[in-house]
T-cell receptor, first 113, second 116 residues
Framework: DAGITQSPRYKITETGRQVTLMCHQT?????MFWYRQDLGHGLRLIYY???????DKGEVPDGYVVSRSKTENFPLTLESATRSQTSVYFC???FGRGFTEAFFGQGTRLTVV | KQEVTQIPAALSVPEGENLVLNCSFT??????LQWFRQDPGKGLTSLLL?????REQTSGRLNASLDKSSGRSTLYIAASQPGDSATYLC???????????????FGKGTKLSVKP
């Protein structure tokens, strides 16, 4: 399927466990992003990547790790999940850095119990 | 630090009414501004993209304007329908001279309800 897909759509995990959220895009976009959406805070940037093997921190990176070995994939790992990481996570991509449109995945709803 | 504000936070209108959603931003150094729609429990759907050099963009019943110098954008929805009910988000693609260039900064959205 063309576009940007996230998996899983829903995930429940326990405090302290490691969990990985997957993001895959078929457009060969160079830029990819991870956001979290929380009531009262809106969408906040966790990490972004300008190209394969190039990643950088966003506004709220603590407790998260990313990698990008292939252009099309940008997984987000919670090393030791905490209840404060309960959120909806969105992956996005765009062709370039500036004057291009961003496209979002359908989101992953993560609950940490 | 770029801040994006959307007013009002919620809006309820009767079907058929024309309406305007507002978005303001504090730093005019942007590449573009994008309006999104989000339905409950769903992802973000891109509605309109306005480049920093443009004044407006239109798609069907939607018209978005941009006044970069004053840090404002509006989304105009003509002849609103119940199917337009959703949360509308604006986001600016900021230009930073060092650090995180080209990231999207979002407002918190306007929740629109169109009553039949």
């Amino acid at each position: 399927d063309a576009g940007i897909t996230q998996s899983p759509r829903y995930k429940i995990t326990e405090t302290g466990r490691q969990v990985t959220l997957m993001c895959h895009q078929t457009w060969s976009h160079s830029y990819m992003f991870w956001y979290r959406q929380d009531l009262g805070h809106g969408l906040r940037l966790i990490y972004y990547s300008a190209a394969a093997d190039i990643t950088d921190k966003g506004e709220v990176p603590d407790g998260y790790v990313v990698s990008r070995s292939k252009t099309e994939n940008f997984p987000l790992t919670l090393e030791s999940a905490t209840r404060s990481q309960t959120s909806v996570y969105f992956c996005a991509s765009s062709f370039g850095r500036g004057f291009t449109e961003a496209f979002f995945g359908q989101g992953t709803r993560l609950t940490v119990v | 630090k770029q801040e994006v504000t959307q007013i009002p936070a919620a809006l309820s209108v009767p079907e058929g009414e024309n309406l305007v959603l507002n978005c303001s931003f504090t730093d005019s150094a942007i590449y573009n501004l994008q309006w999104f729609r989000q339905d409950p429990g769903k992802g973000l759907t891109s509605l309109l993209l306005i480049q920093s050099s443009q004044r407006e963009q239109t798609s069907g019943r939607l018209n978005a304007s941009l006044d970069k110098s004053s840090g404002r954008s509006t989304l105009y929805i003509a002849a609103s329908q119940p199917g337009d009910s959703a949360t509308y988000l604006c986001a600016v693609r900021q230009v930073n001279y060092g650090g995180s260039q080209g990231n999207l900064i979002f407002g918190k959205g306007t929740k629109l309800s169109v009553k039949p």
